[in-house]
């Protein structure tokens, strides 16, 4: 027989201790909760080295994921240190970079959340309600080639750091957002650009690809927090313009959203349906946006549809 899993708590802990066994006295290691979008939360693994203002959070729940598939307990300490002390470029990222207002300033950008789910996380953070949704200000840290960016919602006692107003810092953010580069393109291509060339030609040979959807895809070159341009007319009304209509949008998560003509929908509450069920079974929490279909036109802007 297998040993008894361990579970909960008792993985926690025990993976806690293996790491404090591992970790010099020059690192802190702690089990801490993390906020994260829609009021979710995740416990995970911080290891902070001394003198160090920024840290790594190894999420548990993954841990956990790997242990039940297999990994033992030494593995799993292993391979979170190992990235620990190989990966340093969280470490290397430079406080003074969000310190100074003439340094921070190009890395603010606006993403959209909803705001029912967010209310907690709202009351401090630099932000606009737009309908059911907030446009939330956040700084983009560029971590080296390769390794992505780290996020930090830009909060109130943020702007007596910069000495700025909140106005200020929103506007800020809204034109460096406006100013990215975005990424607007039929669904059936953008299912084929993820699909190795052996699954596309099968795909045509069954004619699924080869007719092209009135469904487009809206986000940004990154793939990343690009639901936001929903709330931006001028983004909005080039669509409505190469469309010849208004809009209805779907809010496929808080990265992108899916456009189409309103003239090639028959049924509105049908659409909202499949809104409510793809958030439910394929959206994971943290990423979801809203369950309501929008409508845009240029005349009066957004509105919820459904």
Request: aromatic share 6%; glycine share 4%.
């Amino acid at each position: 027989m297998g040993e008894t899993k361990l579970m909960g708590k008792a993985f926690e802990a025990e993976v806690l201790k293996r790491l404090l066994q591992t970790a010099n006295c020059s690192n802190n290691v702690s089990i801490q909760t993390v906020d994260k979008n829609n009021d979710q939360k995740r416990r995970g693994i911080v290891i902070r080295s001394a003198g160090s203002k920024v840290s790594p959070v190894f999420y548990l729940d993954l841990m956990y994921e790997k242990y039940l598939d297999g990994m033992t307990l030494d593995q799993i300490v292993e391979a979170v240190w190992q990235f620990y002390s190989e990966d340093e470029n969280i470490r290397k990222i430079d406080i003074n970079d969000f310190l100074d207002w003439e340094r921070v300033k190009s890395r603010l950008l606006l993403r959209v959340i909803s705001t029912d789910m967010n209310r907690v996380s709202l009351e401090t953070a630099i932000h606009k309600d737009i309908l059911d949704l907030s446009a939330v200000v956040y700084v983009k840290m560029e971590l080296p080639p390769g390794d992505g960016a780290a996020y930090v919602i830009v909060r109130k006692e943020h702007l007596a750091i910069w000495q700025q107003s909140e106005e200020s810092v929103y506007g800020t953010a809204l034109q460096n957002t406006r100013q990215e580069n975005i990424s607007f393109v039929s669904i059936t291509n953008a299912i084929s650009s993820m699909l190795s060339e052996n699954e596309r030609e099968m795909l045509l040979g069954d004619s699924l690809l080869a007719v092209d959807s009135p469904l487009y895809v809206l986000t940004n070159e990154a793939c990343h927090f690009g639901a936001v341009y929903m709330l931006l007319p001028e983004i909005m009304d080039q669509i409505a313009d190469k469309k010849g209509d208004d809009l209805y949008v779907l809010p496929s998560s808080i990265h992108e959203i899916l456009v189409l003509a309103v003239s090639e929908v028959q049924n509105l509450s049908c659409l909202r349906e499949i809104v409510q069920d793809v958030n439910e079974m394929q959206v994971p929490p943290d990423s979801r946006l809203s369950n309501h279909v929008y409508r845009y036109s240029k005349e009066n802007g957004l509105a919820i549809a459904a």
